[in-house]
């Protein structure tokens, strides 16, 4: 999709949401006051004519101003896109390129169905993401930027 394109698409399924709400716990959890939550649809606004709105974004609160009154004006510490049938590519190439262009430190891809969580760091003077490790599903993740953050996959991809 070219930049500046406008994306529609169908609202993620239930198991999505879930997923995500699940997650959500986990990481305000472990936030305390250190970071901002933001779940979507909540606009990430990136550049004048370069728009997402991410499953999740973590901010750490000395960033916080960075948020606005209509979206989040500038890249967030982490972003977390969970994947859907219609959103793998978008995911995994387009928004990928995009965040880390725009220097998002951290990205993760949620895969529920093969039950791993692909981490992607961003080193410092790149514009191009590398490739920190795949979680599965009995390991046990932790962020680059945000270490309180430590969970095994498992505890998010089952249950309520």
């Known amino acids: 999709m070219p930049i500046g394109e406008i994306d529609r698409k169908p609202a993620p399924p239930p198991g999505h949401q879930l997923l995500v709400?699940?997650?959500?716990?986990r990481l305000h959890e472990a936030a305390g006051d250190?970071?901002?939550?933001?779940?979507?649809?909540?606009?990430?606004?990136?550049?004048?004519?370069?728009?997402?709105?991410?499953?999740l974004m973590l901010i750490r609160y000395e960033h916080a101003d960075m948020i606005g009154d209509t979206a989040v004006n500038g890249p967030p510490d982490l972003i977390i896109e969970?994947?859907?049938?219609?959103?793998?590519?978008?995911?995994?190439?387009?928004?990928?390129?995009?965040?880390?262009?725009?220097g998002v430190c951290e990205y993760w891809i949620i895969d529920g169905k093969n039950l791993?969580?692909?981490?992607?760091?961003?080193?410092?003077?790149?514009?191009?993401y590398r490739l920190n490790r795949i979680f599965s599903r009995e390991d046990r993740i932790q962020s680059g930027l945000f270490a309180q953050a430590s969970f095994k996959i498992s505890e998010l991809l089952e249950g309520p």
């Open 21 to 25: 709400q699940r997650l959500l716990r």
């Open 34 to 55: 250190r970071y901002v939550l933001l779940q979507a649809p909540c606009d990430l606004r990136l550049s004048d004519i370069e728009y997402r709105q991410p499953d």
């Open 82 to 102: 969970v994947l859907t049938k219609t959103s793998d590519c978008l995911d995994r190439i387009v928004k990928k390129k995009n965040y880390a262009r725009f």
């Open 116 to 128: 791993q969580i692909e981490q992607y760091l961003l080193p410092r003077e790149s514009h191009a």
